[in-house]
């Protein structure tokens, strides 16, 4: 399929997903929600080319944790929401972005401006409330995109409010994988890259496999960079391991990870895998 009609088709979706949030969403309960944009969100990554595979999801949460991340590219957010919709904390320049911006406004994205030290304190208070009150929302702790190949340092400042909030943190792996089996940077929105560059890319080195390794729950403990360090520890051992199981087997298999507290987690075999739209491989 030419790489312009896959575009047209990713500006229909998005476009159709405006029209689902404009007349669906106040008419649907909080699950309804969440169905309409785990939907939504799958069918954004089959038109990428792109399948999921979600390992280790008897670990998962599903109320009152903070969820985080490695984070390589935008298309990220839509494979968090593929797996389990949850609202991010985003940098505010998104909200300006065509379409985009206003969709991640009405799913409750947290929109900081990071170069107002006092508006990450805002934050920090507007997230441990919304954790208090059940709610799971994602944030990318390394505070901007990688090539996903290592992680960036962890920063703690947003794992206070797992602290203020005594709830737990789930750490989750993200990795891309390509049709040979190797992991693939394609996806990988960094240095210089412009939003339309970036999709190119993704596109053009399709077709792709999403890998969601699910971490067991942390304990909120008392110190956020003991807890940030923890967290940073058990994403870059779930991403050696599916590094390493490329290089055993050609495919991606998240295997013996350590994680505290995840004694209910011990199932590694991959619990969730979505095809891809075989009509948008070719470009």
Known sequence: MKLALRKARLIAHLLHGMWIVATRFSKAGAEGRQTLNREWSLKMLRLCGMQLVVHNDSARLDRGALVVANHISWIDIYVINAWRPTPFVSKAEIRQW???????????????????????????????????AGELMCVFPEGTTSNGLTLLPFHANMFQAAVSASVPVQPLCIMYEDAQGR???????????????????????????????????????????????????????????????????????????????????????????EPVDQSSRSA
């Not at 409750?108 to 805002?122: L, M, N, W």
């Open 98 to 132: 065509p379409v985009v911006g206003w969709l991640a406004q009405q799913l409750g994205t947290v929109f900081i401006q990071r170069e107002k030290r006092s508006d990450a304190k805002r934050i920090m208070h507007e997230l441990a409330d919304r954790l208090s």
């Open 183 to 273: 992991q693939s940077t394609a996806p990988a929105y960094i240095d210089d890259l412009t939003l339309a560059d970036s999709l190119n890319m993704l596109l053009r080195g399709g077709p792709l496999t999403a890998h969601v390794y699910v971490g067991g729950p942390l304990a909120p403990g008392a110190d956020r960079r003991t807890l940030a360090a923890e967290a940073e520890g058990v994403i870059a051992a779930a991403l050696r391991e599916m590094q390493g199981g490329m290089t055993r087997s050609g495919a991606a298999i998240a295997v013996s990870i350590a994680s505290p507290n995840a004694s209910d987690a011990a199932n590694n075999s991959p619990a969730l895998i």
